[in-house]
């Protein structure tokens, strides 16, 4: 149906900058909602950024200001600029994207995850 690729993720100093992308391809109709979470061993996935369709975005408080979430529909891209990392930025880094599919109804997608790492 949908297959998401993240990328860009990797080992960066603390302070600085990472762009993460995401990547979409199969029968896309629509892309509604791209969201942005992370998960660390032994801890729930965490919401950190959303864009909708109308390119209102949400962040979670942790990275406002920090984070800045992007979109490009023609490409089907979505991207994630992480500025003035911290270690506890480190996680894994997951797209997902509700989207309407030809022959199928909306749902969410995700992506298989990439790695950051922030050292001190």
């Known amino acids: 149906q949908v297959q998401l690729v993240e990328s860009g993720g990797g080992l960066v100093q603390a302070g600085g900058p990472l762009r993460l992308s995401c990547s979409a391809s199969g029968k896309i109709l629509v892309v509604r909602d791209i969201n942005w979470y992370r998960q660390t061993p032994g801890n729930q996935r965490e919401f950190v950024a959303r864009i909708l369709r109308e390119e209102d975005t949400d962040y979670a408080d942790s990275v406002k200001g920090r984070f800045t979430i992007s979109r490009d529909d023609a490409m089907l891209m979505s991207y994630l600029q992480m500025n003035s990392v911290t270690p506890e930025d480190t996680a894994v880094y997951y797209c997902?994207?509700?989207?309407?599919?030809?022959?199928?109804?909306?749902?969410?997608?995700w992506g298989q995850g990439t790695q950051v790492t922030v050292s001190s």
């Open positions: 997902t994207i509700a989207a309407n599919v030809v022959g199928f109804p909306l749902q969410t997608y």
